[in-house]
């Protein structure tokens, strides 16, 4: 049998006996190309030629072998056994249906396909156009026409090609087809990427940052986050704001765990103040001897200002707390005179401690002298990026005092050291 005269082959692409495309079928695809290789005219300068499967129709130039590959998963296009008009076949009387050239264009080729090769182009532009001519010679320029600035794979007439061919392939309504493309004409398309990120928020300022006291204030507003299995049930009602100390003190309300090697260290006198005074300021059940603290300073001093309240505390509250649990009448409850009389020196050091999702660990401030460390408790939040310093340093102290209250901090010192 003769593939190249006989095309019955061309409708017989599958079988029930063979698995894909047909040994008969992919002979004839063979005949196929070469026969429209060897019509060179139907060739392009890239060596390719119009694929005629389903889906490309005869528009897309393609390579040899990816026609091959179309033809064998798609099949031929419907009606092209009659003759191969776009590969080279002539028809009855000799006239070559498609004489491609070397337009590198695949639109305006289709467009020359359309008005036939014996069309004199330029002399049909010199003439005076009528209305109809007019929007075809419109058609055609617009077939050069990128769709939009910097495109350089789809043309306007390209784009209108896809979409009859879409109409087509769905048979869609002329009604449906007309809504289609009203609704594209009032929605165009975007391509800068600009116009993506306007959801920003106008304000793009960072956020405020928090003191260690803020960050505290609001973890101690969050539900307790369990770490491991939590046997308790927790009734539907709570909101999570109350939380169950069961005999810790309120500074350590959260469940918490530590993390890192452990490591033995001495706490200096600086440390050992620091850490001191960060729980005594810290913890509800000192707030009532913090206001006695603050109460005895206004009445020794009447003008002194709530700045140096806070200097003196964070600089004596430690001690002058240690004090009044010393002596003989004292009637400091017991976990409040546990809390006065402050840690021990030799601790175990870990590198953080995780409580209801943050991640807190600390580190020495000293500057950039390593000799010259100045120990203070730091607490940064790995959440919030934030550090607080628990105590001042003594420059810091010595910034912040005024020449009117000096003497007055030095009476209140010598005084505090007697109580």
Known sequence: MNLLTDRSWMARRKSSSEIGATTEFRAGCQVFLDYAYSNRECVNDKNQIRCPCWKCKNVNYQDRDIVNFHLLVNGFMRNYEEYWWAHGQKRDGGITINNAGSSTYRMNEMVHDFAGPDFNWDQAREQPINADAKDFF???????????????????????????????????????????????????????????????????????????????????????????????????????????????????????????????????????????????????????????????????????????????????????????????????????????????????????????????????????????????????????EEEELLTDTDSELENGEDDGYESAREDDSDSDNNT
């Not at 794979?153 to 809504?179: G, P, R, W, Y």
């Not at 600086?270 to 109460?295: Q, S």
């Open 138 to 384: 419109k058609l055609l320029d617009e077939g050069s026409e990128p769709l939009w600035d910097g495109c350089m794979k789809q043309s306007k007439l390209s784009a209108v090609a896809t979409l009859l061919n879409i109409k087509t392939d769905h048979n869609m309504s002329h009604e449906c087809f007309e809504s289609l493309l009203k609704a594209i004409k009032n929605h165009p398309f975007r391509r800068n990427r600009e116009n993506f990120r306007k959801g920003k928020v106008e304000n793009d300022m960072s956020a405020p940052r928090l003191s260690g006291t803020e960050i505290r204030s609001r973890v101690m507003r969050l539900p307790a986050v369990p770490f491991g299995k939590n046997d308790k049930k927790i009734d539907g009602n709570d909101d999570g704001g109350n939380v169950e100390l069961n005999g810790r003190l309120s500074v350590f309300g959260l469940s918490g765990r530590a993390y890192g090697k452990e490591k033995r260290i001495f706490l200096s006198e600086k440390e050992l103040h620091a850490a001191h005074t960060y729980i005594l300021l810290n913890c509800e059940e000192i707030d009532e001897y913090v206001r006695l603290y603050d109460g005895e300073l206004k009445a020794k001093h009447p003008d002194i200002t709530d700045k140096d309240i806070e200097i003196n505390r964070a600089k004596g509250f430690a001690l002058w707390i240690k004090d009044k649990a010393l002596t003989v009448e004292s009637t400091i409850p017991a976990n409040v005179l546990a809390l006065a009389m402050g840690p021990d020196r030799d601790q175990v050091s870990r590198n953080g401690y995780k409580v209801n999702g943050y991640d807190f660990h600390t580190k020495l401030d000293g500057g950039d002298n390593p000799e010259e460390i100045d120990p203070q408790l730091i607490l940064v939040s790995d959440n919030e």
